[in-house]
């Protein structure tokens, strides 16, 4: 074997077959500790090749089969799916709604795939952090706790005084209060603002943030999405890419939709890296609403929506049939990386 060893590349890998890219993680070849000294030569290739064609004999049509064990890191993927945190709720004297959260920054290392463990930097243990959710002209109270290492702050989208914009640093071991009126009502997001902003964000500090307005929308299934990716090798080039920080979550297991059912999804793209990442259904269509502020505005009617870095919007679905409807990022290299997934509709 030559002295002069290569890393693997996303991009060798993707050239190489992404059936089983990353299957072959779990498969004994290519184990998490060892994966990046990989040498490109052509044994290795070879090697490489054999675990990829006897992880394709158990591969579905569409590549990789992640297989349906609920480890860690997909659990919170899918708890991260529905749930919203609504804040502990109280009435200030004026009659006004507070609500309020707690956050605490955290060095934590989370599961991203079967068997890949990554060094992140989140919000109260996970990536993305909690969705936070109220209703336009509620005073929102976030007690935000800095227990990592590094200085942590809290930027939220929306509008608030410039004294809660999150750019002054909270240093380790200790609290700022971030206090605002929430409005105006939309999609929106949250996420440090500490530089290098490249490195906090891509670490893992960022959430939904969805503000209701206070008419209520129709009711629908609500189901929330962070679209993002990680850098395993810290190279300024991501090698995995998730919905709410699991790969392949939701094809692995699915997500249950009804027939006719309005469901309603709060998309949000915060990858790094890559100048755009993007939203695609199958057998459909949906109506997309850029940030979603008013409930009345003129949706896009499409089956596929592009996002930069904390662009956002709420797409509406009905589901005309049973049937597994697939979507993915179009960037078909991000989709083979691990952003895939199926809704399942049953009557």
Same mark, same amino acid.
């Given at each position: 074997?030559?002295?002069?060893?290569?890393?693997?590349?996303?991009?060798?890998?993707?050239?190489?077959?992404?059936?089983?890219?990353?299957? =072959?993680?779990?498969?004994?070849?290519?184990?998490?500790?060892?994966?990046?000294?990989?040498?490109?030569?052509?044994?290795?290739?070879?090697?490489?090749?054999?675990?990829?064609?006897?992880?394709?004999?158990?591969?579905?049509?569409?590549?990789?089969?992640?297989?349906?064990?609920?480890?860690?890191?997909?659990?919170?993927?899918?708890?991260?799916?529905?749930? +919203?945190?609504?804040?502990?709720?109280?009435?200030?004297?004026?009659?006004?709604? =507070?609500?309020?959260?707690?956050?605490?920054?955290?060095?934590?290392?989370?599961?991203?795939?079967?068997?890949?463990?990554?060094?992140?930097?989140?919000?109260?243990?996970?990536?993305?952090?909690?969705?936070?959710?109220?209703?336009?002209?509620?005073?929102?109270?976030?007690?935000?706790?800095?227990?990592? =290492?590094?200085?942590?702050?809290?930027?939220?989208?929306?509008?608030?005084?410039?004294?809660?914009?999150?750019?002054?640093?909270?240093?380790?071991?200790?609290?700022?209060?971030?206090?605002?009126?929430?409005?105006?009502?939309?999609?929106?997001?949250?996420?440090?603002?500490?530089?290098?902003?490249?490195?906090?964000?891509?670490?893992?500090?960022?959430?939904?943030?969805?503000?209701?307005?206070?008419?209520?929308?129709?009711?629908?299934?609500? $189901?929330?999405?962070?679209?993002?990716?990680?850098?395993?090798?810290?190279?300024?080039?991501?090698?995995?890419?998730?919905?709410?920080?699991?790969?392949?979550?939701?094809?692995?297991?699915?997500?249950? =939709?009804?027939?006719?059912?309005?469901?309603?999804?709060? $998309?949000?793209?915060?990858?790094? +890296?890559?100048?755009?990442?993007? +939203?695609?259904?199958?057998?459909?269509?949906?109506?997309?609403?850029?940030?979603?502020?008013?409930?009345?505005?003129?949706?896009?009617?499409?089956?596929?929506?592009?996002?930069?870095?904390?662009?956002?919007?709420? $797409?509406?679905?009905?589901?005309?049939?049973?049937?597994?409807?697939?979507?993915?990022?179009?960037?078909?290299? +991000?989709?083979?990386?691990?952003?895939?997934?199926?809704?399942?509709?049953?009557?």
């Amino acid at each position: 074997m030559a002295e002069d060893k290569k890393l693997v590349s996303r991009r060798q890998v993707l050239k190489w077959g992404a059936a089983g890219a990353l299957g =072959v993680f779990g498969s004994g070849i290519l184990k998490p500790g060892s994966w990046f000294s990989k040498t490109a030569d052509a044994s290795d290739k070879h090697e490489l090749h054999a675990a990829l064609q006897e992880q394709s004999k158990h591969a579905s049509m569409h590549g990789y089969e992640p297989g349906t064990a609920k480890t860690a890191g997909l659990e919170s993927a899918i708890e991260a799916l529905t749930t +919203f945190d609504y804040g502990k709720i109280s009435t200030r004297a004026d009659g006004k709604t =507070v609500r309020e959260y707690e956050l605490v920054a955290m060095d934590t290392e989370v599961e991203i795939a079967k068997g890949i463990k990554f060094p992140g930097w989140t919000y109260n243990g996970t990536i993305p952090g909690p969705t936070i959710r109220c209703t336009e002209g509620d005073i929102v109270r976030v007690k935000f706790w800095n227990g990592s =290492v590094h200085p942590h702050s809290i930027h939220f989208h929306g509008v608030h005084p410039t004294g809660m914009d999150g750019l002054e640093p909270v240093v380790s071991g200790t609290q700022f209060i971030y206090e605002f009126e929430a409005k105006p009502a939309g999609m929106h997001v949250y996420h440090c603002h500490i530089p290098p902003l490249s490195k906090h964000i891509h670490k893992g500090l960022y959430g939904n943030f969805i503000v209701d307005p206070k008419t209520p929308r129709a009711k629908a299934r609500e $189901l929330n999405m962070v679209m993002n990716g990680f850098d395993l090798d810290m190279d300024g080039e991501n090698e995995i890419y998730t919905v709410n920080g699991y790969a392949f979550a939701y094809q692995s297991w699915p997500i249950k =939709v009804k027939v006719g059912e309005l469901v309603r999804v709060y $998309l949000s793209n915060m990858t790094e +890296f890559d100048l755009l990442n993007s +939203f695609h259904l199958h057998a459909n269509i949906f109506r997309y609403y850029e940030v979603g502020a008013d409930p009345d505005a003129r949706p896009i009617i499409t089956d596929t929506v592009m996002q930069c870095q904390g662009q956002r919007g709420l $797409l509406e679905i009905v589901f005309p049939e049973p049937g597994k409807y697939m979507f993915h990022a179009h960037q078909s290299e +991000f989709a083979e990386l691990g952003w895939m997934g199926f809704f399942d509709a049953k009557r």
